[in-house]
């Protein structure tokens, strides 16, 4: 079993739809989870960060955790053009240093105008 | 405030030989970690390091080494190269190398080809 686990893409969306990308996670006991986005020849930009059970808003971003589903989601509210990119989720292992994260392999999004 | 900085940014090396990376981290963070990132593998960890000291390490050969100095600059290097280590090599920095409250930020990287 992958460590972190995201839906697989890629996933297109109309603009101005909510776009949900999913990842669960196989550690239990982790504590941070953090949402990357990447666009393409780029590197990795934080948009979110969660460490306690429910929802997290930041303008259009939403961050959802389940701990005990072990399951982490982002929703992307009035989707624009401008999000389409990969977005990577990243969990922080239980007793692991901060620095080292566990990535899933990224679900790429489209919005289409 | 800067943001990671990492060099070079784009660099071609041949089969057999080495290259340093360099990193320097936001001002007054001192974790640096390092991550290989390629289209089969995805983002693979490789080291951090904290107070010039590893602090963790994943599963990479001992071509690999990296070091921090006292000023929280990192380098990595990859010694005889091979074409399996084409990727983008990115520098992460976080305040401190704790858990739950931080958040680790990436440099732009380091296009790495070897032919």
């Known amino acids: 079993q992958k460590e972190v686990e995201q839906n697989s893409g890629p996933l297109s969306v109309p603009e101005g739809a909510i776009a949900s990308l999913n990842c669960t996670y196989s550690?239990?006991?982790?504590?941070?989870f953090f949402w990357y986005r990447q666009y393409s020849g780029k590197s990795p930009e934080l948009i979110m960060s969660i460490y306690s059970n429910g929802d997290k808003e930041d303008g259009r971003f939403t961050a959802q955790l389940n701990k005990a589903s072990q399951y982490v989601s982002l929703l992307i509210r009035d989707s624009q053009p401008s999000d389409s990119a990969t977005y990577l989720c990243a969990v922080n292992k239980r007793g692991s240093t901060l620095g080292r994260l566990y990535f899933g392999r990224g679900t790429q999004l489209t919005v289409w105008p | 405030k800067a943001g990671v900085t990492q060099t070079p940014r784009y660099l071609i090396k041949t089969r057999g030989q080495q290259v340093t990376l360099s990193c320097s981290p936001i001002s007054g963070h001192r974790s640096v970690s390092w991550y290989q990132q390629t289209p089969g593998q995805g983002l693979q960890f490789l080291f951090e390091y904290f107070s010039e000291t590893q602090r963790n390490k994943g599963n990479f050969p001992g071509r690999f080494s990296g070091r921090q100095f006292s000023n929280s600059r990192s380098e990595m290097n990859v010694s005889t190269l091979e074409l399996g280590d084409s990727a983008l090599y990115l520098c992460?920095?976080?305040?401190?190398?704790?858990?739950?409250?931080?958040?680790?930020?990436f440099g732009e990287g380091s296009w790495l080809t070897v032919v």
């Open positions: 550690d239990r006991g982790s504590q941070s």
């Open positions: 992460a920095s976080s305040l401190s190398t704790g858990d739950a409250g931080n958040t680790i930020y």
